[in-house]
Structures are given as C-alpha cells and as structure tokens.
C-alpha cells in the first residue's frame, strides 16, 4: 500500500511508494463455453496487460449487449409497468436468472455480476428477467485500451485502462481489477470506474485544517466536515490547548481515504471527553467532494477501515 505521511512540525512530507512486480506474457487461451479468459495452472499467477484488455473489452460488449435487452426474435420483445415505470423483458437467451448469470459470470466474478444486476435495476418479474426501459451507447473504444499494471491487493490486480475516446485523440482513464479463480479462469472483481484523486496535499488536508482552527475558529474547523453531524462545540469543551503533530495515510477505498492524526493536548481538571493529557491519536475518514477539494466524513478515536 502506498503511505504518505505529513510532519507539520516544519510540514515536511515524505513519500513511501510500493513496488512494481513484473508480469509474465503467456500465450492467451479462451474457454469457449464461457468465453472467458484462463490459464493453465502453473501460470495461475500470470496475465498480460493485453489480455486485460481483452477481458475488459470483453466485458464492456455483454454490458452492451445486456443494455440492449439482448437480441430479440421475432415477436419476443415485450413491455410493461412495474411501480409505475416502463420496463422491458431481457431476451430469452438472458431472460432467466440462470441464464443472465452465467452470461455475467463469463467475464465478472459472481459479485460483481450481482452488483451490476443490482445497479442496473434488472428484477424478475413473473419468472423473467426484465429491465428499466433504456438505450445508450458510448464512444470508448475499450478494445484500443491501453493497460498499465498498478498493484495487486487482496489477491486483486489492478490496472489503469486508458481508453480512446471515438475517432478523436482523446481518451478517458479508468481503473479495474481482476482476480484468478481456480478452473473459471481470470475474471474482473472491480469494473471499470473512474479514479478519484485521494492524493491530499498536507496543508489543504481537512483533518489538517480541522486541528489549526478548533480552538480560534468554530466555524472553519465544522467546515472542514461533509454532513456537518460532528459535534465541534462539545468536542473541544475542556481542551485548553491542542498542537497537531503527524498526519499518516492508513488505509484507502476507491472513493475514500483514512487518516490516522497524531496530536497533543493540554486539558483543564473536569474534562469528561475521551482524550488524555498528552499525546492522543484519531481517525479521520476522508472523501474528494470537487477539484482539489476534500471533506471529512467521519471522525472518531478507532479505525473506520
């Protein structure tokens, strides 16, 4: 994992960084009942950026696919209500739980493909698979990616994708990540998104900002957090005098990152919190909310990832 660690004391900042394994080419084969992509055991370990790419574009063509309602034969396509939205029957080669599964599953792990169904809004209705009424398409031509390997985590391994957009020679950048599974092959644990840049420079950290003003500006220490839900006003009664002294990177989620802050405080007589005389430490759970701009989620005494 990559950890950042701050020192206010003149704020200096040093950068650990995580290393780089090599991935080993093997010759690409496909299982044709799935059409996913495997190795043989003794490359269970091994997957090129290429074959990434084509697991990824792979994926991105069902998703179409999927989207469309499928192929439709002759006289199949049928619409109805469902709490007052329009929806439309999969087509029969998708059209059941079963079959939508394993036509998921040729290329997701079995998580994810219970995800998508879940986002995509996809129910059974009346022993058929049906979905919202939707089309669309998009210009990413995900079979022209570019992969570069980034780490591997939880047997995971992630990637940077970046994608062409159209005839034009601009592109889009995701991330995703694939995982082996022993006889199914490698199959993608984390679709593509989009990364959020959690990389929060030391002095525009909120947790950072949090500390500086919360004896000498209420107002700016709660700004500091998103659902405006922690009580700033009962957190410092009794503290005389806090100093921050470290702030270090502990543990990130796509769209979050957490903190861990080290701090001293001096505190009067009848303080009741949970803070001691000295030095303390807290958790901060962080989130990007625009350009360069990052707010506290939550903030407590004991990790929240």
Not at 37 to 61: D, G, R, Y
Not at 101 to 115: D, E, F, P
Not at 117 to 138: C, H, L, N, T, V
């Amino acid at each position: 994992m990559k950890v950042k660690k701050w020192l206010y004391t003149g704020i200096a900042a040093t950068l650990l960084s995580i290393p780089v394994f090599t991935l080993t080419d093997h010759a690409e084969a496909k299982d044709q009942s799935n059409n996913s992509i495997v190795v043989k055991p003794s490359q269970e370990n091994s997957i090129t950026e290429k074959q990434v790419v084509a697991l990824v574009s792979k994926w991105k063509k069902n998703e179409t696919y999927i989207q469309m309602g499928g192929k439709y034969k002759e006289g199949e396509y049928k619409s109805f209500q469902y709490e007052n939205m329009p929806y439309r029957y999969l087509s029969s080669d998708i059209g059941t739980k079963k079959k939508l599964m394993k036509y998921l599953t040729g290329t997701l792990t079995r998580s994810q493909a219970n995800q998508f169904i879940e986002e995509r809004g996809i129910i059974e209705y009346k022993g058929k698979m049906a979905q919202p009424e939707a089309d669309g398409g998009s210009l990413l031509q995900w079979d022209k990616a570019k992969a570069v390997y980034l780490k591997t985590e939880n047997k995971s391994r992630m990637y940077k994708l970046v994608v062409p957009v159209g005839e034009s020679k601009e592109t889009q950048t995701f991330h995703t990540e694939v995982l082996y599974l022993q006889g199914k092959g490698w199959k993608i644990s984390e679709r593509p998104y989009m990364p959020v840049n959690l990389d929060i420079p030391g002095n525009i950290n909120p947790a950072f900002i949090f500390f500086k003003y919360l004896l000498v500006d209420q107002k700016q220490a709660a700004d500091q957090f998103l659902y405006g839900d922690f009580d700033i006003e009962q957190f410092k009664r009794g503290i005389k005098k806090v100093e921050f002294k470290s702030l270090d990177e502990r543990a990130r989620t796509k769209s979050q990152v957490e903190f861990s802050v080290t701090f001293t405080t001096e505190l009067d007589k009848g303080y009741k919190g949970s803070l001691k005389n000295g030095t303390n430490k807290m958790y901060f759970l962080i989130e990007n909310t625009g350009e360069m701009e990052f707010k506290i989620v939550s903030a407590s005494m004991e990790p929240n990832l």
